[in-house]
């Protein structure tokens, strides 16, 4: 049984560089979702996915965020000019539905 | 706005020493109240899903009840396993995104 992963684990970038962020869902998940977490704080919704249709945007997510999931399948997130304010957790889960949302393992971004 | 409130911050219990944690929350139309422990460094694990007031969870030494305003986390008899970060969330339902609390990091002696 194979859960979500993401790619990469950690990345470390410079401030105003771009990054992308890779998820791949549980297979037949129709939704995905991405959230961020910053120390000592639970997850924050960012934006969602069902198919290859984007339903959601959270006012957190300013326009230097952009996220994508072409045919209904992997999903990316980039970052463009990232700032140091932009260092947290990214996590990525799916779900049938509105069943239970399962996570990924995250990608830790660090802003120097 | 979801709101969702956990206490306390943090518990140190020593092993064998049964306790619970608190998840409070405001939410315009409860659709489901979710557990998940999560170990440092790692994402969420899904623990269980609460839909109704009244309903109760069980998986080895962990209990989970709702009522209309707040659910419980039991942990019975914990072990030194059982250390890890608690999360709680609601999904309202109209809504699909979660709603987390702050978590209780939970460390158990033995």
């Known amino acids: 049984d194979t859960g979500v992963s993401q790619d990469p684990r950690h990345k470390i970038t410079k401030r105003g560089q771009n990054v992308t962020f890779r998820c791949d869902p549980i297979?037949?998940?129709?939704?995905l979702y991405w959230y961020r977490q910053t120390l000592g704080q639970g997850p924050e919704f960012l934006t969602y996915?069902?198919?290859?249709?984007?339903?959601?945007k959270s006012r957190l997510l300013s326009d230097r965020f952009s996220a994508e999931r072409p045919k209904g399948s992997f999903s990316t997130l980039e970052i463009q000019r990232t700032e140091q304010g932009d260092s947290a957790m990214y996590l990525c889960a799916s779900s049938i539905l509105n069943n239970e949302q399962f996570f990924g393992p995250g990608t830790r971004l660090t802003v120097l | 706005e979801d709101q969702v409130t956990q206490s306390p911050e943090a518990l140190r219990l020593q092993e064998g020493e049964s306790s619970s944690l608190n998840c409070s929350y405001t939410?315009?139309?409860?659709?489901?109240l979710f557990w998940y422990r999560q170990d440092p460094g790692k994402g969420p694990e899904f623990l269980f899903t609460l839909y109704s007031a009244g309903e109760e969870k069980e998986k080895e030494r962990l209990k989970a009840t709702l009522t209309k305003k707040e659910s419980f986390l039991h942990i019975t008899a914990p072990k030194p396993e059982d250390s890890a970060t608690y999360l709680c969330a609601v999904q309202a339902a109209n809504d699909y995104k979660l709603s987390f609390g702050a978590g209780t990091t939970v460390t158990v002696r033995a």
């Open positions: 996915f069902q198919n290859e249709a984007q339903l959601e």
């Open positions: 297979s037949e998940h129709n939704r």
């Open positions: 939410v315009s139309g409860l659709r489901g």
